[in-house]
């Protein structure tokens, strides 16, 4: 899978968007961009993913350059409860290792008060 | 739709002692794929189950075992345990597709 590139923290103010960046510049053309996120002690929760498209759900919305070779994950209201450590991953979707996934360090989103 | 369930939450072992996790995927989900976390080596892969067969292994020793049955749900076991198998255990389930892993709330392992 290709390597990704995350700034380690951010804040963001409460009610304001999080856009949160994800360098991924060895991205294959076969390789769709995820993000998870995962608050403190619990289990990574999957967020959006996409292969070149724009993407929006319930949650977030994905931008994707049209190079490909990086992303942003915006939140568009961020609340307290979006504090986590967000991580992106690019993964082709039909390889063996499809399931094996590697988080990076990801980013710390804090949403202020 | 229920979400992934990994029980126990929590649990406390001593050295040498052996433990035994369980998973319930997603309604079906017939992909099951266990995961170690702890804080200086992240998130590590251990293995991959797909219909009662595992289909893919981490570099994990051989007393990390795991085993899935005729309706999915999974066990990951670890045998004569160490101080250094203490760590977040965590279990995901492929969507039919494979696209996409949707992880449970993982089984807190601390073993002393």
């Known amino acids: 899978d290709a390597k990704t590139t995350q700034p380690p923290s951010m804040d963001c103010a409460e009610g304001r968007a999080a856009n949160l960046p994800c360098n991924h510049s060895?991205?294959?053309?076969?390789?769709?961009v995820y993000w998870y996120r995962q608050i403190h002690s619990q289990g990574p929760q999957y967020i959006i993913h996409?292969?070149?498209n724009n993407e929006t759900n319930e949650m977030a919305s994905l931008i994707i350059t049209e190079d490909r070779k990086s992303s942003t994950l915006i939140l568009p209201h961020a609340t307290l409860r979006d504090t986590a450590v967000y991580y992106c991953?690019?993964?082709?979707?039909?390889?063996?290792?499809?399931?094996?996934?590697?988080f990076g360090s990801g980013t710390q989103l804090t949403v202020l008060p | 739709k229920a979400g992934v369930t990994q029980t126990p939450r929590y649990l406390i072992k001593t050295r040498g002692q052996q433990v035994t996790l369980s998973c319930s995927p997603i309604?079906?989900?017939?992909?099951v794929s266990w995961y170690q976390q702890t804080p200086g080596q992240g998130l590590q892969f251990l293995f991959e189950?797909?219909?009662?067969?595992?289909?893919n292994k981490g570099n994990f020793p051989g007393r990390f075992s795991g085993r899935q049955f005729s309706n999915s749900r999974s066990e990951m076991n670890v045998s004569t345990l160490e101080l250094g198998d203490s760590a977040l255990y965590l279990c995901?389930?492929?969507?039919?597709?494979?696209?996409?892993?949707?992880f449970g709330p993982g089984t807190r392992l601390l073993v002393l």
């Open positions: 995901a389930s492929s969507s039919p597709t494979g696209e996409t892993q949707y």
């Open positions: 060895t991205i294959s053309g076969n390789e769709y």
């Open positions: 996409g292969l070149k």
């Open positions: 991953i690019v993964r082709a979707v039909n390889s063996g290792s499809a399931r094996q996934l590697t």
């Open positions: 309604s079906g989900h017939r992909s």
């Open positions: 189950y797909f219909s009662e067969t595992q289909r």
